[in-house]
């Protein structure tokens, strides 16, 4: 391989770069639009967050709401159709005898002692 070389050799040149008033003042104003640019990406990135963990855990709250909103249209279409609901119970239960002491009371009395 045979080169050549022709001109003058290679040499380095140093030169050093004073920025001036208007590039200090430039330098300044993008340093100020990268901070606010993170400012604002670093809100935005909270604010997605915040609004993702509100969105959470609301799939179990929506199938009971939607039980609920069944079961309601069916009683109205029970109740359209004039179908009743039948209760549940015994003799024994809390709501058997209500009414019986106050009778008994007033056939004791003669109904005259009333209290209040």
Not at 44 to 66: A, F, L, P, T, Y
């Amino acid at each position: 391989m045979q080169f050549s070389v022709v001109g003058l050799p290679h040499y380095t040149i140093w030169h050093l770069y004073e920025p001036s008033a208007d590039d200090l003042k430039h330098m300044e104003r993008m340093e100020e639009e990268r901070l606010e640019k993170e400012a604002r990406d670093k809100e935005e990135i909270e604010r997605e967050k915040r609004v993702s963990e509100s969105w959470q855990d609301k799939k179990g709250e929506w199938e009971k709401d939607k039980k609920e909103i069944q079961n309601k249209a069916l009683e109205k279409s029970r109740r359209e159709r004039g179908e009743r609901k039948t209760l549940g119970g015994s003799e024994q239960g809390p709501h058997a005898h209500a009414g019986e002491e106050e009778a008994e009371a007033k056939k004791g009395d003669g109904g005259s002692n009333v209290s209040l």
